[in-house]
């Protein structure tokens, strides 16, 4: 889909002056519009569940953009059914025998209840043991793992920013990891600040680099246009391989969060 009606997963801080959001319904569909001084429409069906977004010029009324989304209904539901039909995770029950994901690769889960303090570590490139006290609650368990994700994608993150920012020649004054529900990575260009979204320690490192690229090249260009990709195809000419790997590997359970 590389007309002007891309989908984007990426959430770029554009720094615009004045958005006007509104919610229409139009065929059963949920519809966000987005009134900005741009001269285009611009649809956008976002992950994980293809919710519809438009941004549209504010002199268009809401008629105009009525007739527009209904004449891309069809590309509208293509899009929307892709994201139905990816697989998903269920939520994990940190019980021995579940697979779980680490930088791009599939583990088992090895329970093992002990009195010591609880640690994780990995054996065989195969198993995840996971070192717990007894009676220890989903939950528990739960905060415990996502604790050594973000300790362990900190490590890649640290070594990943200190090598880009080098070899781009962009200084960032602080990145950190969120857990956001729709985003790969933000940029706020005005405080040179990003944020990286916890769920990336699942994929391999490099889609981990590739995100940090595209938010560092955020500083070099606020917006997704031809001088953002020719600096994407500059610093990681592999890049859409890494995007297109990042958008069809398995969506994380979103309930909950
Ligand atoms: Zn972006």
């Known amino acids: 889909m590389k007309d002007k009606f891309f989908t984007n997963i990426f959430g770029n801080k554009k720094v615009t002056k004045e958005v006007i959001k509104s919610e229409i319904r139009i065929n059963n569909l949920d519809v966000t519009v ?8 611009h649809l956008n069906v976002l992950p994980p569940d293809g919710r519809v977004r438009v941004s549209v010029p504010k002199r268009l009324n809401e008629d105009n953009i009525r007739l527009f989304v209904i004449s ?7 899009h929307i059914e892709h994201f139905q039909s990816q697989p998903r995770e269920t939520p994990r029950e940190y019980i021995t025998g579940e697979s779980h994901y680490f930088k791009g690769a599939r583990y088992i889960l090895n329970l093992i ?30 905060r415990i793992f996502l604790r ?8 890649e993150l640290l070594n990943i920013f200190i090598e880009w920012q080098n070899i781009m020649g962009v200084v960032i004054k602080e990145w950190r990891i969120k857990r956001m529900k729709t985003k790969w990575g933000t940029c706020n260009t005005k405080a040179k600040r990003i944020w990286i979204n916890l769920e990336l320690i699942k994929k391999p490192v490099y889609c981990i680099e590739y995100i940090v690229v595209h938010e560092l090249v955020h500083l070099l260009e606020n917006n ?3 001088r953002f990709y020719g600096y994407m195809d500059k610093f990681m000419p592999q ?8 958008n069809e590997s398995v969506l994380r359970y979103y309930a909950g969060i």
């Open 239 to 246: 890049w859409k391989s890494y995007k297109k790997e990042l």
């Open 34 to 41: 987005l009134k900005k001084d741009i001269k285009n429409l």
């Open 72 to 78: 891309k209904l069809p590309w509208i539901r293509k």
């Open 224 to 226: 997704h246009n031809k």
């Open 113 to 142: 209840e002990y009195d010591g303090k609880h640690k994780i570590e990995i054996r065989n490139m195969k198993y995840i043991d996971f070192y717990v006290k007894k009676n220890m609650n989903r939950e528990q368990k739960e």
């Open 148 to 155: 050594w994700h973000r300790k362990e994608l900190e490590k």
